[in-house]
């Protein structure tokens, strides 16, 4: 009997030693959520959003960039619990963005940025399209400098400020643009803007504030929040939250507090507008073909 005891006693600690692990994992996986997707997105709320939440609930959101097309197909493969878009699903292109559920969080303008050198101070409707159709090749065209014009856009047709470009511009989200400046994100294209004198992209307005770059005027028209709230300012599209179709109790949690008032509140003071803040914007953004929900 002895005997039997030692050995059951044994085989209790040999299974603690391999169980706690597998349970210390479990409880730090209850108190993370992983995120993932558009650098645009994590810059105009998710970050504060993130400090917000676990300072109220000690839920920490690890986050990670990888754009808008990773935030989407990451979590439609359960391979992270919640993304981040700025741009809505495409299964044209991937089936597997059937399976995606997006949250509309925010408005965020798309910003026209030049080096701070740059004396041009505003672009129209119609110089932007010919510059990404190449037929402004210099900057003299335009009231600049008699410099050549390099324009850096988003590598692919599917990163949210590539297909938002091409959406209201040229309303043809298959539209080639003829430059060879391309980049695989936002932040480098950010980067090339703030060293290259002649450099020209658009990026998102939240993610252009904290760059030392210059932000010039569309159609005479800033990207401010109280223009791109009231819809004055054109260039905007929505932020998105991704989830699974049956997301987690944390993450149903998380989209709770994110539009909560509470949450709101942390938006607008990072100067971006609140989904529910303008909800006249929705029937503007159906103009371009642009999927809402």
Same mark, same amino acid.
């Given at each position: 009997? !002895? ?39 994590? &810059? ?10 676990? &300072?109220?609930? =000690? ?54 940025? /030049?080096? !701070? ?11 932007? !399209? ?5 037929? *402004?090749?210099?900057?003299?065209? $335009?009231?600049? &400098?008699?410099?050549?014009? !390099?324009?850096? /856009? ?25 430059? &060879?400046?391309?980049?695989?994100? #936002? ?5 090339? $803007? ?7 992209? *658009? ?9 030392? /770059? ?5 159609? =005479? ?29 944390? /993450?149903?949690?998380?989209? #709770? ?5 509470? =949450? ?8 971006? $507008? ?17 999927? $809402?929900?």
């Amino acid at each position: 009997m !002895k005997k039997q005891f030692t050995i059951l006693t044994g085989l209790l600690v040999i299974l603690t030693f391999h169980l706690a692990p597998a349970a210390h994992a479990m409880a730090a996986d209850e108190d993370t959520i992983r995120w993932a997707g558009c650098g645009v997105t994590k &810059k105009a709320f998710m970050q504060e959003l993130a400090k917000g939440y676990e &300072k109220k609930t =000690g839920i920490k959101i690890e986050l990670e960039g990888g754009g808008a097309t990773r935030g989407i197909r990451d979590t439609a493969g359960l391979k992270i619990d919640m993304g981040g878009s700025c741009r809505m699903s495409l299964p044209e292109t991937d089936r597997s963005e059937l399976y995606a559920s997006l949250h509309p969080i925010a408005w965020d303008a798309l910003a026209i940025i /030049v080096n !701070k050198a740059n004396p041009v101070n505003n672009l129209t409707t119609q110089q932007v !399209k010919n510059i990404y159709e190449g037929k *402004i090749t210099n900057w003299k065209e $335009v009231g600049g &400098k008699d410099l050549p014009l !390099k324009l850096y /856009v988003r590598r692919g047709n599917i990163s949210g400020v590539g297909y938002a470009i091409r959406q209201y511009i040229f309303k043809d989200s298959n539209k080639e643009f003829k430059t &060879k400046y391309l980049e695989n994100s #936002s932040g480098p294209l950010e980067q090339a $803007v703030e060293k290259d004198p002649a450099a020209m992209g *658009i990026t998102g307005v939240s993610s252009a504030r904290k760059r030392d /770059v210059k932000i010039i005027q569309f159609d =005479g028209k800033e990207p401010t929040f109280n223009n791109v709230k009231e819809g004055k300012y054109q260039l905007y599209r929505p932020l998105y939250l991704v989830t699974s179709p049956t997301p987690s109790r944390k /993450v149903k949690s998380f989209i #709770s507090f994110a539009m909560s008032e509470e =949450g709101r509140k942390i938006i607008r003071a990072n100067q971006t $507008v609140p989904y529910k803040d303008a909800p006249n914007l929705m029937s503007k953004m159906l103009i371009y073909g642009f999927d $809402v929900r």
